[in-house]
C-alpha cells in the first residue's frame, strides 16, 4: 500500500530561477514540463519539493494532459463558464481608478486566473521531479500575446 | 532566458504563525499582502517558500490584481457558476446528521472554497516575497461576517 | 492578532511516500485524512509543511468537510459548470492522435481536473498537520473506478 522512497540525512538547500516566455494568443498553454526538470537537475537536489508560482494576474500554473484537442476543450470551458461577452466592471475605464493608456479589456481573464490558481508545487524524488505518465505542466496564458515570466523555486536535500 | 536569484548554502529554518481578522460581509476579499511581507521579514529568511493556509471550509486564499471594480467581476462570477438560490443538500438540515443550532445555510459556500483551493505558496528571494506588479494576496471569504483565521508557515535558508 | 509556533533551529529532513487506493465509481472523494496525519507522524517532523500530490490527469487533490450530502452539492456543481453529455474534443478519437485501445471517454474528467488543480500544501506544527475543526483532505476522482494513487511528501525540521 505505501512504499518510502529515501530517508536521508544529508544538507538542505534552495534555489530560485526566473523563466521568461514569449505568447502569441490570447488563450494559450506553454508546456514548460522540459525546463523544470533541467532546473531541478541543476540545482542537485535528491529529495525535495519544487514550487512553480506565475507572477502576473492574468496567466495560471496548471498540471494535466498535453493533448492538442483536449486543450480545446479546456480553452472551451474557461469561455463558457467566464465568456468575454458579458460586462465586467474592471473594463469599465470610465469609472475605475488608476487606468494606464495602454489597459487591455481583460476583466474576463482576471477572472479565469482568479478560479485556477497562480502556483502548482511538485515532488522531487532521486533527483527528478514526480510526474504521472500523462502529466505535463503548463504556463497557462489568459490574456496573451505579449512577454510573461514565472519562477521556479526548488528546496531539498543535496545530492 | 534564466537568471539564477542564489545558490547559497546556509542552514535552514521553519516559522508558522497564525493570524486573526474579522470579515463583515458574505463575500469579503482581504488583501492580506501587508501581513505576509512583515511575517517573512520577521522570519529573516534569506531564500525559500511561504505557504499561506486557509482552515475553513467555506474560505480560500487567492493571489490576484486589488482593484475594487474587479473584485466585483469575481464576486459575480462565482455567484453565477455556484448560485446561492439553488438547492445543496447540505443545507437540508432536516436529513443531514450533526447539524449544530446555529447552523449556516452555507452549501453554496463550501462549494465555492472547493472550486478554489485552500492554500497559495509564494517564493521568498533576497529576504523579501516574490509577487508581480499586481499582485496581492487575498483571503477570500465566502459565507463572511464572523472572526476568521488563516496560517503563514516559512521555510529556507537563514538570512 | 498572532501568534509565534516555534523557533527551533535544528536540523531538516525530506521524506515521500506513495500510496495506492481503489476507487469504485465515476465521481468518488475519498478522505485521506488519517492516512496523511500517520505519514507525517511516521516522519519525526517537528515544523514544516507536507504536500498531498495527485499524479493523475483526471483527480485532483481537496481540502473541505467530509459530510455526505455536502459531497453531493460538490459533485452536482461540477457536472452541472462541465456536463458530461456535451462535446470534448479530446473523446473524438477518430481524429485524435495516440489514441489507446481502452481509451475512456473522459474529456470532461480533464476539465474537472484542470478546474481543481493536482496539490493542495498543509503545515506541519508541534509535529501535527494543521487543519481546521471541519476539514477534511480528499483524494478527488473524476473518472473513478480503477486503482489510483498519490503522493505525500513532508519537509521540515526533525523533532
Redesign the interface.
Known sequence: ?????????S??????????LITKKQFEMVDITQQVRE?VKAAHIQ???V?I?????TAAI????N????M???MK?LYR??PVDIS???D?FE????VSVNERSN?HA??K???????????I?QGEI??????SIFFVDLDGGRPRDY?I?V???KA
Open positions: 500500500m505505501s512504499r518510502w522512497y529515501n530517508k536521508t540525512n544538507s538542505m538547500k534552495t534555489q530560485n530561477q526566473r523563466i521568461t532546473t529529495s525535495g519539493q514550487l508560482y506565475n507572477p502576473h494576474t496548471r498540471i494535466n494532459h493533448e492538442s484537442l483536449l480545446q476543450d479546456m470551458a463558464l467566464v465586467y466592471s474592471h469599465l469609472v475605475r481608478q488608476q476583466g482576471h477572472v486566473a482568479f478560479l485556477l490558481g497562480s502556483s502548482e508545487s511538485l515532488i524524488d514526480v510526474l504521472g505518465a500523462k502529466q519562477y523555486s528546496i531539498g536535500e
